[in-house]
């Protein structure tokens, strides 16, 4: 590729955000560059005491409906498409009057803000930009000749190259701002038909796009030899991509993928009922507790796996205090995230360099609606986010027993906590406390069993007699299939079972489950969790 200049003499300026726009409008017009600009902009040019052509002089049209046509014209696409070197697009400039426009500087309507704030359907379309993609698009595709650019973050890079080049663009920033440019407007697009695909109530349009802005370049995948990068969608929910990172290294692709895991977790505990803390490991919880306070919470939710725990991600469910953040950085521990903390709680941190604290202004909502995304070769998985929570099913007991109060408060805990671990999944949870957590086993006997052993070593550790196990309640994401996964559990010391229920042996685990003296109860609601 010849890294080809381009000199710039006319620009052609139209922005919603005008952050930097002076600034970057008076180093233009210093260089000799004309500027073209339209409504708002134009006038903020012009109040800044610049010399500025409206478009309208331009097009010889006045801006009109609204502001809805104002740039598209022919002497505004002819003079962002021609071809400068071919002479049939010189001549056709020449016979209709079309001066050519060699910069062009647009940011969109803020469609995504507008959604974002709740605005009503009307509001939402008429912020719905139609003439800047149109414009940013026909300036990406004539990149030979054309310079684009779409957010001021930009505005220095095309400065210091007409300060290095006499006034002229070079090629290499030409094609990375067009690409740029492209992608903008795809993930606007993007915001758009998603949004109207939810207005209709479209659970599966013939087309679904997706969009993000970067947020961060990572160093590596989930392993040193893959690529990867970390982007925010217009989806503005509490959690790791809405975040401010206080301290630490640089988050991984695991570290964000565990953070997020953990947090959406401890988003099932309501902070107005009871303090909780979810440990995750691997993007699975290695425990999970309530407890009255942080510290509590969290000696609870270490205690199902100490082991596991080492090095693991930390999400609490309101303002991280100092004496919480004493009790968690006594291990090492890679991320805490919070709504919140205090001045105490983040000078205990800072002792610990490494350690990434995150703060995330807020609680995943558990009952929100939404999207998630899986690729599979050649395709996307969609579906709405698993947004069925526990005190909203009904509880259906099936057996002779029906479970006490006790257990049924933390048979609701571990139904809470099995929605967030890798299928199969069974939860056995004590006094509002995980005690041994199987997760994805391709049995769910075998997850029964592997869960009952990490309570075993658990005891141990804790010189306890007896496996925390016994008299427990366990949760199963899914049905029991057979009833051994059952009886796995009741082996283990379990006196109540929740799950799903809808298998076609139901009357037999119901049977087993009564020849035991168990108490379990169905919620109609799986939660399979890939």
């Given amino acids: 590729m010849t890294d080809t200049t381009r000199r710039v003499s006319r620009a052609l300026l139209s922005v919603s955000d005008k952050t930097g726009l002076i600034e970057f409008a008076r180093a233009l017009a210093a260089r000799g560059v004309e500027l073209v600009s339209t409504g708002g902009t134009a006038k903020a040019i012009a109040a800044a005491g610049l010399a500025v052509k409206d478009v309208s002089e331009l097009t010889g049209f006045p801006e009109m409906m609204d502001g809805r046509v104002k740039t598209l014209h022919p002497k505004v696409h002819g003079g962002l498409l021609a071809i400068r070197g071919n002479k049939e697009h010189r001549s056709a400039m020449q016979a209709h009057g079309i001066a050519p426009i060699d910069l062009l500087v647009v940011n969109l309507y803020p469609f995504e803000a507008t959604v974002e704030k709740g605005a009503g359907f009307e509001d939402c379309i008429e912020n719905i930009d139609i003439g800047g993609p149109a414009m940013i698009r026909a300036a990406a595709k004539n990149h030979d000749d054309v310079a684009v650019v779409v957010e001021a973050q930009d505005y220095q890079a095309v ?8 006034g002229a663009t070079t090629l290499s920033l030409r094609r990375r701002l067009a690409a740029k440019a492209y992608a903008r407007t795809a993930a606007y697009d993007a915001a758009i038909s998603n949004w109207f695909a939810a207005q209709n109530r479209t659970d599966a349009p013939d087309f679904r796009a997706f969009g993000g802005r970067l947020l961060q370049s990572l160093r590596y995948g989930e392993n040193p030899h893959q690529n990867a990068a970390f982007y925010a969608t217009p989806e503005k ?11 630490g290294k640089e988050l991984s692709y695991n570290n964000i993928n565990d953070t997020d895991a ?44 100490s082991t596991s725990a080492f090095g693991g991600i930390v999400a609490v469910n309101c303002v991280l205090d100092a004496d919480a953040a004493r009790a968690i950085t006594e291990i090492f521990t890679e991320v805490i995230i919070a709504p919140d903390a205090t001045e105490e709680a983040i000078a205990v941190v800072s002792a610990k360099k490494n350690l990434r604290l995150l703060l995330a202004g807020g609680l995943p909502d558990p009952r929100s609606i939404g999207l ?14 698993d947004n069925a929570v526990v005190d909203d099913m009904n509880l259906k007991v099936v057996t002779k027993r029906a479970p006490t109060e006790a257990e049924l408060r933390d048979l609701k805990f571990a139904f809470r906590v099995a929605k967030h671990v890798k299928s199969n999944t069974i939860i056995y949870a004590k006094d509002l406390a995980t005690v041994g957590i199987g997760a994805g086993q ?3 006997v075998d997850s029964a ?4 052993r990490k309570a075993l070593d658990a ?11 016994k008299g427990s309640v366990v949760a199963s994401d899914a049905f029991f299939p057979f009833a051994d996964g059952m009886l796995a559990c009741i082996e283990a010391g379990a006196t109540a079972v929740i799950q799903p229920g809808g298998s076609m042996r139901d009357d037999e685990v119901i049977k087993a489950a009564d020849e035991h003296g168990i108490a379990m109860v169905f919620t109609g609601v799986r939660h399979f969790r890939h």
């Fill in 262 to 305: 953990a947090y959406e977790c401890i988003g099932e505990f309501d902070p107005k009922r009871t303090a909780a803390c979810v440990i995750v490991k691997h993007a699975n919880p290695c425990g999970v507790a309530e407890a009255p306070d942080l510290v509590a919470a969290y000696r609870k939710a270490l205690a199902c796996d």
């Fill in 372 to 385: 998630t995304a899986k690729t599979v070769a050649g395709g996307l998985l969609v579906q709405s986010r």
């Fill in 459 to 469: 005891a141990k550790e804790l010189g306890l007699a007896e496996p925390l196990t």
């Fill in 237 to 247: 929910r509490p959690g790791v991509s809405t975040a401010r990172q206080l301290q």
């Fill in 449 to 452: 069993r592997i869960a009952a």
């Fill in 159 to 166: 400065l210091d190259e007409l300060a290095a080049n006499n």
């Fill in 442 to 444: 391709m049995s769910r």
